[in-house]
């Protein structure tokens, strides 16, 4: 077994997979995210500004109504009020007119304040509209970077993956196999480098005896460590 092109293609498969969780963590995805995010976000408030504004219009047009009813029927009024004799009659048409008069103002003042509210939602949805196109712009930037990003990142992988084909070819099957076995069960690490007397795998000492033995192991001999079972580099 070579456990050394093992521990090789362990370092390309962990770059790999670095490179693969660095792709879905990208921070122009966050970015892209918010962009996203803020977008929607004015775009429902200018729809909601606008839907306001509707019902201002629709309000306003009411009264309009109102307004044009109530003066017909005032003028209808006036014209009666000129044939009639009867005090009486003269006091209760002036009553009615008084009414409307007073209905006039109430809708000639509420039609005032709307157009008064009115504009100032226009002014909002101005600025709305403005934050808006901003907000498309930084989404749209925002989007093809991370476009570019993740297109640097997959490539990198590609590269990887030659190198991983390139790796893998002179190594059997059977060695394969025990290394996928062995990444598998020991989180990623099937090949453990000794540094300074610790395992690189699962960071416990080695003794002195123990690395002598490992030491005078035969060379077609694979060495483990004794604490993890990984395969050992030596
Ligand atoms: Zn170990």
Known sequence: MDVK????LQKVDTAIEQAKVALEKLPERTHHAQAQSDLAHVRSSRDNLRREQSTMETELAVIEKKSVEIDAHRAKL???MKTIIAPREAE????????????????????????ESSASVDEDVRKTVDTESRAVEVEATTAHALTQAAAAKSDEITVLLVRRAEVVLPIADADIATYDRLRASYKGIAVAVIQHGVCGGCHMDISVSELDIIKRLPIDQVAECPNCNRLLVR
Not at 5 to 8: I, P, R, T, V, Y
Not at 100 to 109: S, Y
């Open 5 to 8: 092109a093992l521990h090789e």
């Open 92 to 115: 209760a048409l002036q009553n009615e007119m008084q009414t409307l008069a007073a209905e006039r103002n109430e809708l000639d003042d509420r039609g005032l304040l709307l157009l």
């Open 78 to 80: 006036e014209r009666q």
